[in-house]
Structure formats: C-alpha cells, structure tokens
T-cell receptor
Framework: AQKVTQAQTEISVVEKEDVTLDCVYETRDTTYYLFWYKQPPSGELVFLIRRNSFDEQNEISGRYSWNFQKSTSSFNFTITASQVVDSAVYFCALSGTDSWGKFQFGAGTQVVVTP | DAGVTQSPTHLIKTRGQHVTLRCSPISGHKSVSWYQQVLGQGPQFIFQYYEKEERGRGNFPDRFSARQFPNYSSELNVNALLLGDSALYLC?????????????FGPGTRLTVT
C-alpha cells in the first residue's frame, strides 16, 4: 500500500521568510513518481512538479526548490522569500506503476503568509 | 489553451437522489481521473479512464460509476446519495493513462447533500 504523510498541518510565516514543507512517503514500487500541487482558496489544484524515483537531483524553479532523498523517503518543498500569494494548501502526492493512475495524496499543509 | 473544465460548479441534492458531474479534459489529453475531496483532507482517487475504458478504481462503493466518451470527456455518476458524499469532486486529465504523467485538475464541482 502507498502512503504519503505531511505531518505539518499549518505553517504561518511572515512575508519574505523561507518555509519548508515536509513530505514522507511509503511505497513498495521500485518505480514511482512524486508530485507537489498547490491549492489556493479558489480550490483548483495547480501542478508544481513531478519527480521520478530514478532522478534524485534537487530542482529549483524560481523561489521554489525541491529536495528528494530516496534514502529517507522524503520529498521536501521549500519556498524562498515567501509572498502573500503563496498562501494556499500544498499537497504532496505519490503514484506507482502498480496502481494505475491513482495518485495517493497527503493530507496537505496549509501555508499562511502574512504581510 | 483551455484547461480542464467541469460542470456544474455547485450542486445541492437531497439524500437518495442521483447526480451526474461532467468533465472536459485539456485538448489532446486522453485520460481522465476523478477524485473526491472532503473538506480538510487530500483528494481521494475514485476512477481513471483512458481510451474510454476504466483503468483504475479507488475504494469507493458501486454507487459511484463513470464513463468516458469518444471525445475523451467524462461523466461521474453517483446514485443513492448519502450525506457523506458531500465534497468537492475534482476531475483531472493527463496526456495518457497510467501513473507517470502529471494530472491537471479542473476547478471542481462542489456537491452538497442535504
């Protein structure tokens, strides 16, 4: 069975602070994929990144960066110099080759950025 | 380019009724997945359809069914509605079926069962 744990329910920061969201996963698949999505108050899930299990390179996209560590089954997400527009719920998700099309989502982390 | 579209936006139904939700994928995408998101939780996988066939099913009762049409749009049907079916229903499309491609989500249909 697959499982995604986002232990942080809510994180509150002041604008320009960095914020790191934790994601720990469990899977028996040897090939799997990890994703991050953003859900602003409007409700629509926005795709941020996909990472496959064979690619452990960290990635940076603007103020966003991701740290994938297979050894600890973690795929953490950092927002640098946070802005009010970053306020949203962020979900980590996992899919595997044995679970056709099924994305297993974590419970999400609410990020609140105040001016 | 248009994203994933869903209709209706909001829906209020009574227990025991039936509901049909609709989804149009991104142009060129052949796979549609459905998720249920209860307030305060992450989305839960219901179905994935690819090339008009059901390819994956989550842990939902038989009251939930879906289909995909030749133009790749999809319908989700829920029979004998229960109060617990109140949720945001999300449709997602991807280029092809399977687990390796990112899924792009629509704005959702907010279903309230009274």
């Amino acid at each position: 069975a697959q499982k995604v744990t986002q232990a942080q329910t809510e994180i509150s920061v002041v604008e320009k602070e960095d914020v790191t969201l934790d994601c720990v996963y469990e899977t028996r698949d040897t090939t799997y994929y990890l994703f991050w999505y953003k859900q602003p108050p409007s409700g629509e899930l926005v795709f941020l990144i996909r990472r496959n299990s064979f690619d452990e390179q960290n990635e940076i996209s603007g103020r966003y960066s991701w740290n994938f560590q297979k050894s600890t089954s973690s795929f953490n997400f950092t927002i640098t110099a946070s802005q009010v527009v970053d306020s949203a719920v962020y979900f980590c998700a996992l899919s595997g080759t044995d679970s056709w099309g099924k994305f297993q989502f974590g419970a999400g982390t609410q990020v609140v950025v105040t001016p | 380019d248009a994203g994933v579209t869903q209709s209706p936006t909001h829906l209020i139904k009574t227990r025991g009724q039936h509901v049909t939700l609709r989804c149009s994928p991104i142009s060129g995408h052949k796979s549609v997945s459905w998720y249920q998101q209860v307030l305060g939780q992450g989305p839960q996988f219901i179905f994935q359809y690819y090339e008009k066939e059901e390819r994956g099913r989550g842990n939902f009762p038989d009251r939930f069914s879906a289909r995909q049409f030749p133009n790749y749009s999809s319908e989700l049907n829920v029979n004998a509605l229960l109060l617990g079916d109140s949720a945001l229903y999300l449709c997602a499309s991807s280029l092809i079926g399977g687990s390796s491609y990112e899924q792009y989500f629509g704005p959702g249909t907010r279903l309230t069962v009274t």
